[in-house]
């Protein structure tokens, strides 16, 4: 065997062909991903599902809603009713594994209870278009992870903008002291998030993202808004700002936040404390 046949063969089976091995992998995953059936029905197969209007605050009700994860004995929600009215801020508070972050996702209708029933203005969940239930609602999960995208795209989840969506985009970035960062990009809001694809990219760290997180909320205006700990990474001053600006921005919304940090709750007109049971 030549020399040059020799090296070929040692890349090939040292390099190349793990490497493939290992994405090999990595695409099954995510072809089983895809592939993975929706436990929620598909609102493709009956069009006449109710649509949810994005832009008014909207009434939800739980009532003796139970959850159970797959494969668990003890429920993460158990029989748990309240009502949120239209425009009403509240929040969720108590110990770890209480059920908070479960209470959000039952509310998005990424998962449906076991037992009970959830209402949107008194019509039941199921009545409602899937996809519309979902967009009409504003949500910052916990531990918000950006695409890689441009800041701009993060934030409008658009490519194209137009003048006043432009604007629009900049007065979110003002708003959230994001732009603190952003002035210091030669890019501004066009640059890359992240140095996978981009050279040029730039890094966030955990503060900035989560101010990226609520700059998109902001932008997106809907009626209802959803945030897990959007200030965990943040400093008590910039999480004090950020919270002041987030009750300026839901006053005529429906607001509806987790959080550990009691001076986020004082202008709540309610408090939910969940208890974790064993």
């Known amino acids: 065997i030549g020399t040059a046949n020799c090296s070929t063969f040692i890349?090939?089976?040292?390099?190349?062909?793990?490497?493939?091995?290992?994405?090999?992998?990595?695409?099954?995953?995510?072809?089983?991903?895809?592939?993975?059936?929706?436990?929620?029905?598909d609102s493709q197969i009956n069009s006449k599902k109710k649509t949810v209007d994005q832009n008014?605050?909207?009434?939800?009700?739980?009532?003796?809603?139970?959850?159970?994860?797959?494969?668990?004995?003890?429920?993460?929600?158990?029989?748990?009713?309240?009502?949120?009215?239209?425009?009403?801020?509240?929040?969720?508070?108590?110990?770890?594994?209480?059920?908070?972050?479960?209470?959000?996702?039952l509310i998005l209708r990424i998962y449906d209870p076991q037992e009970g029933r959830l209402?949107?203005?008194?019509?039941?969940y199921t009545e409602y278009d899937v996809h519309s239930l979902r967009n009409s609602i504003g949500v910052m999960l916990q531990n918000y992870d950006p695409f890689c995208f441009t800041i701009e795209e993060n934030i409008t989840?658009?490519?194209?903008?137009?003048?006043?969506?432009?604007?629009?985009?900049?007065?979110?970035?003002?708003?959230?002291k994001l732009d603190q960062k952003i002035d210091q990009l030669p890019m501004r809001l066009k640059t890359v998030i992240g140095r996978?694809?981009?050279?040029?990219?730039?890094?966030?760290?955990g503060g900035e993202t989560e101010k990226l997180g609520i700059a998109?909320?902001?932008y997106g205006n809907r009626g209802t808004i959803v945030m897990d700990e959007p200030s965990a990474h943040l400093d008590p001053n910039t999480a004090?700002?950020?919270?002041?600006?987030?009750?300026?921005?839901?006053?005529?919304?429906t607001?509806?936040?987790?959080?550990?940090q009691l001076y986020s709750m004082k202008e709540m007109d309610c408090i939910y404390f969940l208890l974790f049971f064993f």
């Open 157 to 176: 989840q658009k490519n194209v903008l137009s003048e006043d969506e432009d604007t629009r985009a900049e007065e979110v970035v003002r708003s959230t």
């Open 56 to 105: 008014i605050a909207h009434k939800i009700r739980l009532e003796h809603v139970t959850f159970y994860y797959e494969g668990s004995h003890r429920p993460a929600i158990n029989d748990v009713s309240l009502c949120i009215c239209e425009g009403d801020k509240i929040a969720f508070a108590g110990e770890n594994g209480a059920g908070k972050t479960t209470l959000l996702k």
């Open 196 to 205: 996978e694809f981009d050279e040029n990219g730039t890094d966030f760290s």
């Open 11 to 41: 890349f090939y089976t040292t390099i190349l062909i793990p490497q493939l091995k290992e994405h090999s992998l990595l695409m099954r995953n995510v072809i089983q991903f895809l592939d993975h059936p929706s436990l929620i029905e």
């Open 255 to 260: 607001l509806i936040l987790v959080s550990h």
């Open 119 to 124: 209402y949107l203005d008194d019509i039941p």
């Open 216 to 218: 998109s909320v902001f």
């Open 240 to 253: 004090a700002f950020l919270y002041q600006q987030i009750m300026l921005f839901a006053r005529n919304k």
